[in-house]
């Protein structure tokens, strides 16, 4: 971080370092909401009106200071959505809880038993709900020593809340997960387990990827057993999410879980088949292990592990190619949208684009998510970053987290990649047009519904878009079952959540 008449707040981090910054990117998103809302709200002039002073807030704006109550205000103060900082924010912080700043008041809760019955009657009627309204609901229902709620009514809730957060797009798309991970978290957390089984147990579900990382919230010998065994699930998709649930309980705990859990993933890995998805993805996973733990150990794999994908020097400088494109992205991001040369927003995009980690990954996203104003042209930029990547391999992983970009906003780029000879590409069209909620071209959908590497997408973007052959494709003899019965789920449930 640096001081003076214009500050800039950076995460100077190395690119493959053990840590990140976190207190560095809770400032910056809380100081680009501020400087890129209607507004303009001066730093005295929004201290004035939550009641604070201008050096405190100067303080949280430079990383030194971590305050919930404060970014309560901040959404308030800006006519921000409620929990649209406030989500990412905190879901950053437990991600990485061993370099997160402690929160110096978490703000208040509901506190009364009349003003949680009506939200919580609000939840369980038919009426459209938010995600800030989920969050509130999430944060009182998971305080300590507060289990009134029986689980039965707490099934049905989150059975709604699963359901609302595989179809939400934007700043609704952060708050229900934080929901459902503050849920996972408390003394209901085995209920969240058990409808994310029952989720997973479909051939046909919908929004694993959310769901299963939910689940890696907490560390729970029953949920890690589960997500070891989906390693080697024969559904790809599957399998991928049970190791994005594992990843986020390895980033949560640290070294004494990847102690525990690396001898099983080796184990995994005798249990795939060479070439395969499911060893890709535990592949993922052992590279993750901290070497320390291999070396204290002793143990190494049965089998060599396919190689890696070639990324070139993660150095900071002109060396690494990627970096030096990711700074000319920002800085073109910056010079549209006025706020000016932002390392940080660089180092966003060079940890979605081509990160190796994915809870980095999906934080950064999700911080963006609390930012309108940069997420759609970031995730333009993201989007080009992307197409030029040679590798197929880091192609498709940047392209697989573009959706987590953009969550609703549409982009002209993505529209030619419907025709792509990638599938990665052609997938990554097919859901950015859903959330956005774009008619997809009929032969373009029936194309995609056809082909194994873009079927799950392509259903997805039906059901996001209400899609008028969503009826058609549930009763279609020539698509595959699972398509057909997801076609039915996305008819029940209906399509993208905007609030």
Do not use: K
């Not at 370099?99 to 809760?109: E, F």
């Not at 957060?165 to 085995?190: F, W």
């Not at 919230?217 to 399998?239: F, I, P, S």
Request: overall charge negative.
């Amino acid at each position: 971080m640096s001081g003076g008449r214009t500050i800039t707040v950076d995460d100077a981090t190395a690119l493959d370092g053990p840590d990140i910054d976190v207190a560095a990117r809770v400032a910056w998103v809380l100081r680009m909401a501020r400087t890129t809302s209607a507004s303009g709200t001066q730093l005295r002039a929004l201290a004035d009106e939550l009641g604070t002073s201008a050096a405190r807030l100067s303080r949280i704006e430079t990383g030194q200071l971590r305050d919930g109550r404060v970014v309560d205000g901040y959404e308030s103060a800006l006519g921000l959505v409620e929990g649209s900082l406030r989500a990412p924010i905190d879901i950053l912080c437990r991600t990485f809880p061993q370099v997160s700043p402690r929160d110096a008041d978490p703000g208040s809760r509901i506190e009364t038993v009349r003003e949680l019955s009506q939200l919580t009657e609000r939840l369980q009627g038919a009426v459209p709900v938010t995600g800030g309204e989920w969050l509130r609901w999430a944060r009182a229902t998971a305080s300590p020593g507060n289990i009134g709620l029986p689980e039965r009514q707490g099934l049905e809730l989150l059975t709604r809340l699963v359901s609302e957060l595989a179809r939400s797009v934007s700043h609704g798309y952060p708050s229900r997960y934080e929901a459902l991970s503050l849920v996972r978290c408390s003394a209901y957390g085995h209920l969240v387990l058990s409808v994310t089984q029952e989720e997973v147990a479909r051939t046909h579900a919908q929004g694993l990827g959310d769901l299963m990382s939910a689940v890696g919230e907490a560390v729970t010998d029953d949920a890690l057993d589960w997500c070891l065994a989906l390693l080697v699930d024969e559904r790809e998709y599957v399998a991928r999410c049970g190791a994005l649930a594992i990843e986020n309980m390895g980033q949560i705990s640290g070294t004494p879980f990847w102690e525990t859990v690396s001898p099983r993933l080796l184990e995994a890995l005798e249990a795939t088949e060479p070439g395969s998805s499911q060893e890709e993805w535990v592949t993922h996973l052992i590279r993750l292990v901290p070497r320390d733990v291999w070396r204290s150990n002793g143990l190494v794999p049965a089998r060599p592990l396919p190689p890696a994908a070639p990324v070139p020097t993660m150095s900071r400088d002109e060396s690494n190619a990627l970096w030096r494109e990711c700074v000319a992205a920002a800085r073109a991001v910056g010079d549209e949208t006025g706020v000016g040369e932002q390392p940080m927003l660089a180092r966003l995009l060079y940890d979605i684009s081509f990160g190796h980690w994915e809870t980095r990954a999906v934080t950064a996203y999700m911080l963006l998510s609390g930012l309108p104003v940069l997420a759609g042209p970031a995730g333009q930029r993201v989007a080009a970053l992307v197409e030029a990547t040679e590798d197929p391999r880091i192609r498709a992983r940047g392209a697989r987290r573009l959706l987590g970009v953009l969550h609703g906003h549409d982009i002209p780029l993505v529209q030619r990649w419907f025709t792509d000879p990638d599938p990665g590409l052609r997938g990554a069209a097919l859901g950015v047009a859903g959330s956005a909620g774009r008619d997809i071209p009929a032969d373009v959908l029936h194309t995609g519904l056809r082909d194994p590497d873009t079927r799950r997408l392509a259903i997805y973007a039906a059901g996001m878009s209400g899609h008028p052959g969503l009826a058609g494709i549930a009763v279609a003899p020539d698509l595959p079952a699972d398509v057909r019965a997801a076609a039915r789920w996305w008819l029940e449930q209906g399509g993208r959540v905007a609030e």
